[in-house]
């Protein structure tokens, strides 16, 4: 899994709450296990009108937040079904980091997983990030996980913030379920041997 230790990159705000994982990749997008080419359907519905064209009123159409790496959001984002192709769909896209107020507990699981940092912060800072990057439209932030923080260039914005320690040490250091399981491969050749499996 890609490490993630720091992000600077562009800031796009979607004023929403409760964007379901249907909303994030639909469902004529789930005939794949392949990790890649789903970010083309990420928030398809909203994306793109009856006709394929892009539509313009959507946040990531905009000239400005074409190619944000983070997305701001509201709460309960990533709610409603499971599925693990909403942030394959994200990272694809390029977003490594989505700011909300809270998320759906299966995705804010599943994004670790896949090398996406879910970043839980108060109303009051997401929406101090969210007016700055309407406001700012193609402002840049930067998120360093290992210090815990995020900032813009004035630092107009710096706020820390706290996360699970072992999500964190596994993001930072590049790991998914298999990679953490293989940091103690030793451990279980050793237990292995000793019980003769």
């Known amino acids: 899994m890609e490490k993630f230790t720091t992000l600077t990159g562009v800031a796009a705000p979607m004023d929403m709450i409760n964007i379901d994982t249907d909303m994030v990749i639909p469902k004529q997008y789930l005939t794949t296990i392949e990790r890649t080419g789903l970010g083309r359907g990420l928030f398809h519905e909203m994306r793109y009108n009856a006709d394929g064209s892009d539509n313009p009123d959507i946040v990531l159409n905009k000239p400005a937040y ?3 790496s983070i997305l701001v959001t509201g709460e309960n984002f990533g709610c409603g079904s499971s599925r693990e192709h909403a942030p394959w769909a994200i990272k694809d896209f390029g977003i490594r ?3 909300a107020r809270s998320f759906g507990e299966i995705f804010h699981a599943n994004c670790f997983k896949n090398g996406v940092l879910p970043l839980v912060l108060p109303a ?3 929406r101090e ?3 700055k990057a309407e406001s700012d439209p193609g402002i840049e932030l930067n998120v360093d996980l290992v210090s815990q923080r995020v900032w813009d260039e004035s630092e ?3 706020i ?3 996360i699970d320690a072992a999500r964190k040490d596994a993001l930072v250091n590049g790991l998914d ?3 953490l399981t293989l940091r103690m491969e030793q451990d279980i ?3 292995e041997s000793k019980h003769g499996l």
Do not use: H, L, R, Y
Request: proline content about 0%; hydrophobic content about 40%.
């Open 66 to 68: 074409k190619n944000a």
């Open 97 to 99: 980091c989505v700011i």
């Open 129 to 131: 990030i969210m007016d």
């Open 156 to 158: 107009e914005i710096s």
């Open 160 to 162: 820390t913030f706290e």
């Open 177 to 179: 379920d298999i990679g």
């Open 189 to 191: 050749t050793d237990f």
């Open 124 to 126: 009051e800072q997401v």
